[in-house]
């Protein structure tokens, strides 16, 4: 089964949202900072949360981001992209995050790594990376000052510095590769990011949708073995807002009742009945979106 939806706008009330702690902006390190909290100076508050990778299916994110939706200006780091080493990982941000974020009035500052540990086990694999914490700060700054919304700073994140940030990453991953004498995956994948990002947003917007859309196809054909599902009707969601993102979504179980349709998430776990409130928030931001 496949739904498709267009959104024309969004309301929502926040429940379930952490108390912050508030820290002052002079004291401010993004690397020691919890995930979610809210950063101060003498006249202006922000709330910032911090992603460990732009994959959205690591460290429930969208909590962190949840948890932020009170304050009137928020701001959410995002790595562009994280490499963990030759035996790791290496991910890239897509469009569909940026501009879900946009959606929620959320400025995202596209960080980057520039230390980390070497793992302990593995020859050609790195651990405990931390962002540029000095490049954090100064674009903190910017938005200080920047009173157009969060889709317009996005929008001139992603066409004015994205390149250049990008360079810095090269830069940092071969300062940290000589390092810690190890193995990152090569600079042909990030070139070709940073082409498709240069040509335009349209084709970053297709490079990531298709990503996505990739990755729901997948997903389609996966079930959890622990995983009870009442309807075995695993579908497709394909929504589109009205910033021109594009979501592709799955769900576990679809109801179908006259006119309404109850789209059912199943959260597997060894010890727990319940799904726990880390999957709680991240489900509500999907329900926002």
């Not at 974020?101 to 405990?128: F, Q």
């Amino acid at each position: 089964m496949e739904i498709i939806a267009k959104i024309t706008g969004i309301e929502y009330k926040i429940n379930l949202a952490n108390e912050l702690e508030r820290i002052d902006f002079s004291e401010f390190d993004i690397n020691k900072s919890p995930s979610s909290c809210l950063i101060s100076d003498k006249t202006k508050l922000f709330a910032i949360s911090k992603w460990v990778s732009p994959k959205r299916t690591r460290s429930y994110p969208y909590e962190r981001v949840y948890n932020t939706l009170s304050v009137a200006k928020k701001i959410t780091v995002i790595p562009v992209v994280k490499d963990e080493g030759f035996e790791g990982d290496r991910d890239f941000i897509q469009w569909d995050t940026i501009s879900l974020m946009s959606l929620l009035d959320v400025y995202v500052i596209l960080g980057y790594y520039n230390s980390a540990d070497k793992h302990k086990r593995k020859k050609d694999k790195i651990t405990n990376q931390k962002f540029d914490n000095e490049f954090i700060i100064n674009k903190i700054k910017e938005i200080e000052n920047y009173h157009s919304s969060a889709l317009h700073w996005n929008l001139k994140e992603i066409n004015d510095n994205l390149p250049t940030i990008i360079d810095n990453v090269k830069k940092s991953y071969t300062s940290i590769a000589s390092k810690l004498n190890i193995k990152l995956h090569g600079f042909q994948g990030l070139d070709d990011f940073k082409t498709k990002i240069q040509s335009a947003v349209n084709a970053f917007m297709e490079f990531s949708r298709q990503k996505a859309k990739d990755a729901q196809a997948r997903e389609i054909l996966t079930n959890q073995p622990k995983e009870s599902l009442q309807t075995l009707t695993k579908a497709k969601i394909t929504i589109t807002n009205y910033l021109g993102g594009k979501y592709f979504l799955t769900v576990d179980e679809v109801a179908i009742t006259k006119n309404t349709i109850s789209l059912i998430e199943s959260k597997h776990s060894k010890s727990t009945l319940l799904p726990g409130i880390s999957d709680i928030k991240d489900g509500l931001i999907k329900m926002i979106a």
